[in-house]
């Protein structure tokens, strides 16, 4: 059974940083699709960061618009896990943030972590 559990979530000031960390358990990942998603109070769940396989040891990364430049998203299969680090955090930045794994036709969700970035 896949399990997911977020970390690293806490307050911050603005301009500060955050690094997340995602653990997963149940299987291996190395070559599935992990990402970050967050959602904040009253908006629906939006994609942040994903961090995806494409052969050999070669990841590509992609980020919302509105994070690029300031977070960083990462992996260590050996610990099977995956991280984003969060630099330049905004107010706009705060909300739950959660893990995802894409297997097969499934996707697995971690219980969320809470990031408030305060001005």
């Known amino acids: 059974q896949v399990q997911l559990v977020e970390s690293g979530g806490g307050l911050v000031q603005a301009g500060g940083s955050l690094r997340l960390s995602c653990a997963a358990s149940?299987?291996?990942?190395?070559?599935?699709?992990m990402g970050w998603f967050r959602q904040a109070p009253g908006k629906e769940r939006a994609f942040v960061a994903s961090?995806?396989?494409?052969?050999?040891?070669?990841?590509?990364?992609d980020y919302a618009e509105s994070v690029k430049g300031r977070f960083t998203m990462s992996r260590d299969n050996a610990k099977n896990t995956v991280y984003l680090q969060m630099n330049s955090l905004k107010p706009d930045d705060t909300a739950v943030y959660y893990c995802?794994?894409?297997?097969?036709?499934?996707?697995?969700w971690g219980q969320g972590t809470q990031v408030t970035v305060s001005s």
């Open positions: 995802n794994v894409h297997r097969g036709v499934n996707d697995y």
């Open positions: 149940g299987g291996t990942f190395s070559s599935y699709r």
């Open positions: 961090h995806r396989w494409i052969g050999g040891t070669t990841y590509y990364a």
